[in-house]
């Protein structure tokens, strides 16, 4: 199992994971994304983990932790129901620490640890580890905000806004059109970069060499199309397969032949729709 497959199918997982966060069903999209993420995260940090022996402990920590905090969260331990009375409680605070403590704090650990490395392969690719560090670094901020956001809602929601930790404050209220969109930010920022790192590493992994004169076996064109059935994932994998330098030229040519008809499908369809609009 190299990098570059383990990185692929962390890319795959964590795009599933993405996705759920739209679905209107609450308890099922978050114990999809939980299931998803967590997985995609420990994947790719094994791929590291099997072939560069100066990230392992980093890597074991991360794993640990990241692995702690997906089990809880999908047990249900962390569900917390908020009212006035209990909102500093010690079970509210450690609920809520335990969030920071199993998810964005380890990653950031593992990334400083790569950026730290001094492997060729690690000091390659710095400046990628490093903005993937920023955004994770703004989903960590945005997600405490949103807490603070979320808290105040659900206060107000209970007839408590009258009494409430934020709104008889003077910033709160002038903040409040901002950060009320922090969990979105902070969704965006922290797939934008485990996306951003996964995919840099499938396309730039240099040790794999490909045979462009042995045929693709039947195996893999199985797997091809199976990926093509699921949809959202089979558009990202056409631009992965089209434009990645460590994939057999046939399928590289055929991919971007895909992206051809998709592109002159989406055209037609914007052009009938503008047709039959101006009819109307």
């Given at each position: 199992m190299n990098i570059k497959?383990?990185?692929?199918?962390?890319?795959?997982?964590?795009?599933?994971?993405?996705?759920?966060?739209?679905?209107?069903?609450?308890?099922?999209?978050?114990?999809?994304?939980?299931?998803?993420?967590?997985?995609?995260?420990?994947?790719?940090?094994?791929?590291?983990?099997?072939?560069?022996?100066?990230?392992?402990?980093?890597?074991?920590?991360?794993?640990?932790?990241?692995?702690?905090?997906?089990?809880?969260?999908?047990?249900?331990?962390?569900?917390?129901?908020?009212?006035?009375?209990?909102?500093?409680?010690?079970?509210?605070?450690?609920?809520?620490?335990?969030?920071?403590?199993?998810?964005?704090?380890?990653?950031?650990?593992?990334?400083?640890?790569?950026y730290k490395n001094k492997n060729d392969y690690f000091i390659k690719i710095k400046n990628l580890i490093l903005i993937t560090f920023i955004l994770i670094a703004i989903a960590f901020f945005s997600t405490i905000i949103a807490q603070i956001v979320w808290i105040q809602e659900t206060l107000a929601q209970q007839g408590l806004s009258d009494d409430n930790l934020f709104m008889t404050t003077w910033w709160f209220p002038r903040i409040y059109p901002i950060i009320q969109h922090a969990r979105l930010l902070a969704h965006l920022s922290y797939f934008s970069g485990l996306l951003f790192i996964t995919m840099f590493t499938f396309l730039n992994d240099d040790k794999i060499e490909i045979e462009h004169s042995e045929p693709i076996s039947v195996k893999e064109w199985v797997i091809t199309f199976v990926i093509m059935s699921l949809p959202i994932i089979n558009f990202v994998m056409l631009f992965v397969w089209a434009f990645s330098k460590n994939i057999h030229l046939s399928k590289a040519n055929w991919a971007k032949a895909a992206l051809i008809w998709v592109a002159i499908i989406m055209v037609l369809y914007f052009l009938l729709f503008v047709i039959i609009g101006s009819m109307l």
């Amino acid at each position: 199992m190299n990098i570059k497959n383990t990185s692929l199918f962390a890319f795959i997982l964590l795009v599933v994971s993405a996705i759920s966060f739209w679905l209107p069903w609450w308890e099922v999209k978050w114990h999809l994304l939980t299931f998803f993420r967590i997985t995609g995260i420990i994947i790719f940090i094994i791929g590291f983990l099997l072939h560069y022996d100066s990230i392992r402990i980093p890597a074991i920590i991360t794993i640990i932790f990241i692995g702690i905090g997906g089990l809880l969260s999908l047990s249900g331990i962390l569900d917390f129901s908020i009212n006035f009375e209990n909102i500093v409680n010690t079970r509210f605070l450690l609920t809520h620490l335990s969030y920071y403590l199993t998810d964005e704090i380890p990653l950031l650990f593992f990334l400083f640890a790569l950026y730290k490395n001094k492997n060729d392969y690690f000091i390659k690719i710095k400046n990628l580890i490093l903005i993937t560090f920023i955004l994770i670094a703004i989903a960590f901020f945005s997600t405490i905000i949103a807490q603070i956001v979320w808290i105040q809602e659900t206060l107000a929601q209970q007839g408590l806004s009258d009494d409430n930790l934020f709104m008889t404050t003077w910033w709160f209220p002038r903040i409040y059109p901002i950060i009320q969109h922090a969990r979105l930010l902070a969704h965006l920022s922290y797939f934008s970069g485990l996306l951003f790192i996964t995919m840099f590493t499938f396309l730039n992994d240099d040790k794999i060499e490909i045979e462009h004169s042995e045929p693709i076996s039947v195996k893999e064109w199985v797997i091809t199309f199976v990926i093509m059935s699921l949809p959202i994932i089979n558009f990202v994998m056409l631009f992965v397969w089209a434009f990645s330098k460590n994939i057999h030229l046939s399928k590289a040519n055929w991919a971007k032949a895909a992206l051809i008809w998709v592109a002159i499908i989406m055209v037609l369809y914007f052009l009938l729709f503008v047709i039959i609009g101006s009819m109307l």
